[in-house]
């Protein structure tokens, strides 16, 4: 029993000697000025704390740049949405190494059309240009299926098989739909042309 007494107040010795000694030397270390007031107030650190939620830039930022051609922001988060089936919309709220890798990924598609813009020929550019903008156009053009089923009465002769009989409409409906968008879309271009022929 002695002996643990003597162990227990020698170890309490050492604590406060050790505590004592540890606050003289922080003491000794503090210039005066210090003393009364730490520079930085580290009682109250939470170290289990979360990292404060990442800043999102303005869409027009740019995130990254490939061969001097900056990508934006708002490029970047349309990339991500589509990469992430719209799960995740803001490039910078991914971690880093994400991040990183999803600008890599887009790195590729700027650098093929720096190339297409040098490699393609200005006549073919404008051909591609303009079959974009048709189909884009062409997708807004509605057909009801009375306007197909019609224009199928119609154009009868025309929708025939290889053996040559008749094909019924609903064997031929999607490619009917097409050729009346696609009539639809010529009078409409046509209503507004001003044609002159010499």
Do not use: C, H
Request: hydrophobic share 45%; charged share 30%; net charge positive.
């Amino acid at each position: 029993m002695k002996k643990i007494l003597l162990s227990a107040s020698v170890a309490l010795a050492m604590i406060s000697v050790s505590a004592t000694a540890a606050d003289a030397l922080k003491n000794s270390l503090m210039p005066a000025a210090e003393k009364k007031a730490p520079a930085i107030d580290l009682d109250n650190l939470d170290v289990a704390a979360k990292p404060a939620k990442p800043v999102s830039r303005p869409a027009t930022a740019t995130v990254a740049t490939v061969n001097g051609i900056p990508i934006i922001k708002k490029d970047a988060d349309k990339f991500l949405a589509q990469a992430s089936k719209g799960q995740v919309i803001d490039i910078d709220l991914l971690p880093k190494k994400q991040k990183e890798s999803l600008l890599k990924g887009m790195a590729a598609s700027v650098l093929i059309e720096q190339k297409a813009k040098k490699a393609v020929p200005e006549e073919i550019k404008n051909k591609l240009a303009a079959q974009y903008w048709a189909k884009q156009e062409m997708v807004k053009i509605k057909v009801s299926d009375k306007e197909a089923k019609d224009f199928y009465e119609k154009n009868k002769k025309v929708f025939k098989g290889k053996d040559g009989k008749q094909l019924p409409f609903d064997k031929v409906e999607k490619y009917v739909k097409m050729q009346v968008m696609q009539q639809k879309f010529n009078d409409s271009l046509m209503k507004s042309a001003k044609i002159v022929i010499k």
